[in-house]
Structures are given as structure tokens and as C-alpha cells.
């Protein structure tokens, strides 16, 4: 079993930046960030494994930064140049399978969600 437990999220203007953080306990060698706006589909932002490796949204790539932190176990998203469009709930989640994709239903364990709102 693997319990995420997300954090960070807030409102900031256009280009702004913000700082995810997920606190994961159980054994998860691969995790991800998704994003869901208002009737939109959720989509997949950001994995990491557990060997570093990372892939990113081409909507996202060179802004974002997924991250994990050793020591403690917890997933970090650091946002910049936020765009009125990055405005969404990002979730975090995680399985305990090697599977690199940042299809939905490669992710067996999922937060609850935190608020993005980017104002222009």
C-alpha cells in the first residue's frame, strides 16, 4: 500500500513560480504528477523513478522540474514561467511497478489533489 499526501499549491500571477511536494510512505518505484483542469481529461505532467530517470509533458518541459528527495522519500514539482493555462488539480501518484509513461493507468495509488490557479 502507498499513501500520498500532497501539498504546496496555491494561486500566483502569470510567471510566477510554486513548489509541489507529495509525501509518499510505501514502496513506489515509479512517480508522477498529473493535472486536471475543469472538463478537461487529467493529464500526465511528470514521472520520476526510482533511479532518477524522468519524463515530461512537451507542455511543461523546460519550466517544470519533477524531483524526489532521498532522505525522506518526497516528490517534489517546481513550477516556473506558470502560465494561465498550468491552472489545474495536480495530483500525485504513484506504483509500485517500473513502468516509465504518464498514462493514468500505470498509477495504482493517487493523492488527493492541490489547487494551481495562475491569474494573468
Known amino acids: 500500500q502507498v499513501h500520498l499526501v500532497e501539498s504546496g499549491g496555491g494561486s500566483v500571477q502569470t510567471g510566477g513560480s510554486l513548489k509541489l511536494s507529495c509525501a509518499v510512505s510505501?514502496?513506489?518505484?515509479?512517480r508522477a504528477w498529473f493535472r486536471q483542469a475543469p472538463a478537461k481529461e487529467r493529464e500526465g505532467v511528470a514521472q520520476?523513478?526510482?533511479?532518477?530517470?524522468?519524463i515530461y509533458a512537451d507542455s511543461v518541459k523546460d519550466r517544470f522540474i519533477i524531483s524526489q528527495d532521498s532522505a525522506n522519500g518526497t516528490l517534489h514539482l517546481e513550477m516556473n514561467s506558470l502560465k494561465p493555462e498550468d491552472t489545474a488539480m495536480y495530483y500525485c501518484a504513484a506504483d509500485p511497478g517500473w513502468s516509465r509513461s504518464l498514462a493514468s493507468w500505470n498509477f495504482a495509488f493517487w493523492g488527493q489533489g492541490t489547487q494551481v490557479t495562475v491569474s494573468s
Open positions: 520520476i523513478d526510482t533511479n532518477g530517470h524522468t
Open positions: 510505501g514502496l513506489a518505484h515509479s
